[in-house]
């Protein structure tokens, strides 16, 4: 079954919650993780490391550096997943 | 120029005997016990099956997304650090003259070994991005330095033992030399854990009193067979007394003075003679050049173990010499369990509210004295101490020979 937006979207909000400890209302496709989520560099990795488990994706340090917000990370993992 | 002097202004503390400090004040008037058989599946099965949890889990405390970034030694520092900011009236201070000098003796041994467990089981990508900055012992001084924003330094001494006292003279140091106004200052520990334990034990330094663990923390009995692990941790605030007194704080204690020497004797083992406890006392109380006649009290390092309690009882009686006589000595340890690098941080604790409020708390599970301890214990319940100026010593000393002694005064205005 292909990803879609919406479920890559809703994943990310659970590892975010966990992670990070935000109110899951708040999270959206325009949001950033440093400035608007409070995941800084150390808890980049843990997101990025959930997500890989969670899609099956594999998602590169360089792809992870240009992520600023959940909607670069979504519409990475729904091109590139499976 | 005239020293500055440094007196003391907050408290917390999280340790087995209570949540904070006027809980555990309580129960160590009362002559509590905080150590208990432990819970944990890993256990049941070791030599040593008790130990002394703090009394108040962290996550009763502390939110489960900020639990998860700290190591357990820190969540104790960043618990105890909030009571006692908040207990010295949140000072509004210029942060580049606000420092914290907080240790730990073994760091973040639960993390580290959590961590290589996850490293074997599941692999190096899943091993936490929080590792390092949880693992390192200054991480519990960082975290707290972080929170308050201090930027006069952020420090943590490491002597096992010793690591609280010696955190406590290092805070001490940094306001006379005026690199401060303000320091957080103490000693935190979280190493109940299979290995540190079974270290422990493999030592022979832990009590295996497995059918009595709230009767096994014993300084002092002639049947007393090694320490009781505890964690927790303690935090003191420290302030330049012109800097207290200009913004009205509450002032808890003086601090007089420390000595520090090391024995060049053996890793672990107590040197016999004592002869560098008892140097580190005579230079304790030269920094502090109060009269011997003020020393009413003594909060004891007396550990439980069959070496050391002797040696360091009379290494006090010989540094003291005649003055020992008026000094009641209490092993606050019999109750708490022993700290390690929290040790010196809860004990300065009980010897500043001992100042405060006069009263000296009491040695629990001596049944029979052992013959060569000489000193005035107090033993079961607390004991009254002289009104007026008076003054009291707490000693630590850790694995490596290192001695720590502070001297605390009560604050007369």
Redesign the interface.
Known sequence: MALTVETVLEGIKEIVVEVAGIDAGIIAMDKKFTDDLDVDSLSMVEVVVAAEEKFGVKIPDEEVTKMATVGDAVNFIVANGK | MTRRRVVVTGLGATTPLGGDVSSTWEALLAGKSGVRKLEDEWAQSASVTFAARVAVEPSEVM????MR?LDRSEQFAMIASREAWKDAGSPDIDKERLGVVIASGIGGVITMLDQYDVLKEKGA??V???TV?MLMPNGPAANVGLELQARAGVHTPVSACASGAEAAGYALEMIRNNRADIVVTGGVEAAIHELPMAGFASMKALSTRNDAPEKASRPYDKDRDGFVLGEGGGILVFEELEHAKARGAKIYAEVMGQGLTSDGFHIAAPDPDGQGVTRAVKLALADANIPLSEIVHLNAHATSTPAGDVAEANALASALGSDISHVAVSATKSMTGHLLGGAGAIESIFCVLAMYHHKAPPTINIENLDDAVTVDVVRDVPRELPQGSIACLNDSFGFGGHNVVLVFRSFEG
């Open positions: 939110e489960r997304v900020e970034r990508r899943f936490s991005p929080h900055p």
